[in-house]
């Protein structure tokens, strides 16, 4: 039926319920889900682990995670294989854990150490047949991170460059979202709804800058996709880079300490963050907050500042403020626990959204294929460069119309970051500020 764009049509526009499974499903033996357990990911904050067993949901998997007396780790299945109870309350030992039922008794990796109860033979024949699922951590920088696919093709652990930069103050952070992964990822990828969400629509959540819809370019790379804002602010062109690695990699520039009215040369993201799913329905950020010269300003290193870094509000408001001031956790839940992409109308600046979608869905689809998605760690050396931030050049306006000249400068500011990936970062700050003071230069004569 053709429906007249009259208005009133609520009874003739038809809504789909198909949901994209390829990509939003995350579950054990799903595409998405085989896809993802191919990384690795923070499951967890270390200060927050006690001498008790946490029971957590990751990736839909019901697990278990403990540190035993040996300050080992240990991340396993939540079900004790002999009868089933839950290993959240089973005894941490010197090695390993036992199972509060039985005392069947389980080192980190799940192999069997103990069976009381039975004769030397029977345990011996347990232990032969019987093991409990367990999976790999690697503990850093107070965030503890799983792989939690095949051993045989567990990936070295990505040391990006922003991991370690010098005199930036690193603090581990979590934010939850009751929605589907991709709702919360697609956000990176969209830099202009930080112009309307987070300014001009209810109140302004970071500077009067980011009210400024600007030009926006985006690149993709390997694993690497970038989208520039290059917005103007009086007589200052600022320069912000949103960045995802797939899968679910993601840092962008400052969220206090840039506001594009003062000139910046290279400056770097104020969060590290990995967008890790529960389920399908629920999401877990885990990140740091990054507080330095080149993240945001130490003063927003209190117990909320990280939240306000994430979404420009505190995650816990009374629903009357989130109505009132909507923020990033409202617009994500808000499309509900799964987004149904058939009902979207995307635009021209929904470009990284869609490219974003559509290299995902080939890594899975390659994947299926019998072929390795790509790791980080296969395509560059260690530190592996990132490319989220801020730079901010004194440039007046000479042009009405600067769309055009924007996205020559943010082309050209991207390739300058790409032909210094090999370098140390030191020598990366010199060469990139120094070229960006050429520009400036260049474009303010």
């Known amino acids: 039926m053709e429906i007249e764009f009259n208005g009133f049509s609520g009874y003739e526009l038809k809504h789909s319920k198909e949901v994209d499974d390829e990509i939003t499903r995350i579950g054990p033996g799903t595409k998405a889900g085989e896809y993802l357990r191919r990384y690795w990911h923070p499951i ?8 008790l067993p946490v029971a957590i949901k990751i990736l839909g998997e019901e697990l278990v995670l403990f540190r035993d007396k040996s300050k080992r780790l240990g991340l396993v299945h939540k079900q004790c294989p002999h009868r089933q109870a839950s290993l959240e309350f089973g005894i941490c030992q010197t090695h390993g854990i036992s199972c509060c039922y039985h005392g069947w008794h389980f080192d980190v990796d799940g192999t069997i150490l103990d069976v009381p109860g039975q004769s030397e033979h029977t345990q011996e024949i347990i232990k032969e047949k019987v093991q409990l699922g367990a999976y790999p951590t690697h503990e850093f920088k107070g965030l503890i991170f799983a792989y939690l ?15 370690n930069f010098d005199d930036m103050e690193m603090v581990p952070y979590k934010a939850p979202f009751d929605c589907n992964w991709l709702q919360v990822l697609d956000a990176i990828v969209d830099p202009i709804h930080t112009a309307f969400l987070h300014s001009n629509m209810s109140r302004q959540q970071f500077s009067e800058g980011f009210g400024e819809v600007g030009q926006i370019e985006f690149v993709e790379r390997d694993s690497w996709i970038l989208g520039c804002n290059t917005r103007r602010v009086g007589d200052n062109v600022w320069f912000r880079i949103n960045e995802v690695i797939l899968p679910n990699f993601t840092q962008a520039g400052a969220a206090f300490a840039a506001d594009g009215t003062k000139q910046l040369l290279y400056g770097r993201s104020s969060f590290t963050r990995w967008v890790v799913p529960i389920d399908d329905e629920r999401t877990i950020c885990y990140a740091w907050a990054n507080f330095g010269e080149r993240g ?3 003063k927003y290193n209190t117990p909320e500042g990280p939240e306000l870094i994430e979404q420009g509000e505190i995650f816990d408001r009374p629903y009357e403020e989130r109505q ?3 923020a990033d956790r409202e617009a994500c839940e808000g499309m509900g626990p799964i987004n149904i992409h058939k009902n979207e109308n995307l635009v021209a600046s929904d470009q990284g959204v869609a490219m974003m979608r559509q290299r995902i869905r080939e890594q899975i689809r390659s994947l299926a294929d019998g072929k390795e998605p790509y790791k980080v760690t296969d395509l560059k050396e260690s530190p592996i460069p990132t490319y989220g931030g801020d730079s901010v050049l004194n440039i007046p306006k000479n042009d009405d119309n600067e769309d055009s000249f924007f996205s020559k400068l943010a082309k050209e500011f991207i390739k300058i970051q790409f032909e210094v990936d090999s370098k140390t970062e030191e020598e990366r700050i010199k060469i990139v500020s120094d070229k960006l003071i050429e520009i400036q230069s260049r474009e303010s004569s």
């Not at 051993?151 to 991991?163: H, N, T, V």
């Open 44 to 51: 967890y904050i270390s200060s927050e682990l006690t001498d």
């Open 149 to 163: 696919g095949p051993k045989e093709k567990r990936p070295e652990f990505p040391m990006y460059d922003s991991l």
């Open 296 to 298: 945001d300003p130490h």
């Open 324 to 326: 009132r001031f909507p």
